[in-house]
């Protein structure tokens, strides 16, 4: 199995490879978004504001759609997992939407939340991962139609908003697991093991 991420020019790329090839994947860039159609797995990497993130996608949008709801395995990071829902606060472009819903402001005092904060979850990607603290780095998150997706929630300044999400075979994190040491590395290699048996 290969492993897709797309370079869409805002994303985190090089710690994302990284990572993933520490878990003894084998991964490939796409900067041409078609390339998108024909993974094996796709990563949507983090770091960036909507409407830039979408800018390569949208003539893709509604094929890049039906291969994640089709059961692709995939990864949204941050920006990466906010571009999967429809539409966001932050800009005007519409997103993927693979996660039914929008993208909303945080409501805390301090924005952006930057910082480690605990994951709480009870899905099988996390297993083994006794240290649920993530590397956040964000100013909006969120905010499902259907709770159904959401399978994880973060409680940051008295606000306990959606972090994690997964619909299909496609999953979202709003925390950054490329950074968040030992225990982002492990959801990367569960993760790896559930793309590879959803291929």
Not at 58 to 70: A, G
Not at 77 to 96: K, N, R, T, V, Y
């Amino acid at each position: 199995m290969k492993v897709t991420i797309a370079d869409y020019g805002v994303g985190n790329l090089h710690s994302v490879k990284k990572a993933f090839e520490k878990n003894g994947a084998a991964v490939s860039i796409a900067a041409d978004m078609r390339d998108l159609l024909n993974s094996d797995c796709i990563v949507f990497p983090g770091v960036g504001a909507f409407d830039s993130t979408m800018g390569k996608l949208l003539p893709y949008k509604e094929d890049i759609r039906e291969r994640l709801l089709s059961g692709v395995p995939a990864l949204g990071i941050c920006i990466g997992a906010q571009i999967l829902f429809d539409s966001s606060e932050e800009g005007s472009s519409e997103g993927i939407g693979a996660f039914s819903g929008k993208i909303i402001k945080l409501s805390a005092e301090r924005v952006p939340h930057m910082g480690w904060n605990t994951v709480s979850t009870s899905d099988p990607l996390m297993d083994g991962i006794s240290r649920r603290q993530f590397y956040f780095a964000h100013s909006y998150r969120g905010s499902a139609d259907d709770p159904s997706c959401i399978i994880g929630t973060t409680e940051y300044e008295g606000e306990t908003f959606p972090s994690f999400f997964r619909t299909a075979n496609t999953y979202g994190t709003q925390f950054h697991p490329e950074k968040s040491s030992g225990s982002g590395l492990e959801l990367i290699k569960n993760f790896i093991a559930f793309a590879e048996e959803n291929v």
